[in-house]
């Protein structure tokens, strides 16, 4: 069983930064992949990015490419995305998920989730 508690969420103006945390309980946490998503008002839930178990491999949202990074520390049980160049359209709750890949579906199953953190960007 893993808790996921995401903080590091605030009010931004465009174009500053933002680092997102997810922490993690439990010893299994190298044993997940682990994705951001997020949320903003009156829309559906969308994938932002993901990381492997081991850090080895990521894969970010098109319209977030180059501007926001997943990465992990395992020793730490935690997981960050770096969020820069924001913009009004990534105001959104930030939720952080912890899966295992699906080798049927080549997707990951996410079992857990943290309950999110609210970015808010200023135009």
């Known amino acids: 069983q893993v808790q996921l508690v995401e903080?590091?969420?605030?009010?931004?103006?465009?174009?500053?930064?933002?680092?997102?945390?997810?922490?993690?309980?439990?010893?299994?946490?190298?044993?997940?992949?682990?994705?951001?998503?997020?949320?903003?008002?009156?829309?559906?839930?969308?994938f932002v990015a993901v990381i492997s178990w081991s850090g080895g491999a990521t894969y970010h949202a098109d319209s977030e490419k180059g501007r926001f990074t997943i990465s992990r520390d395992n020793a730490k049980n935690t997981v960050y995305l770096q969020m820069n160049s924001l913009k009004p359209e990534d105001t959104a709750v930030y939720y952080c998920a912890a899966g295992f890949w699906n080798v049927l579906t080549g997707t990951y199953n996410y079992d857990h989730w943290g309950q999110g953190t609210q970015v808010t960007v200023s135009s």
């Not at 009010?11 to 682990?34: E, I, K, N």
């Open 7 to 46: 903080s590091g969420g605030g009010l931004v103006q465009a174009g500053g930064s933002l680092r997102l945390s997810c922490a993690a309980s439990g010893r299994t946490f190298s044993t997940y992949g682990m994705g951001w998503f997020r949320q903003a008002p009156g829309k559906e839930r969308e």
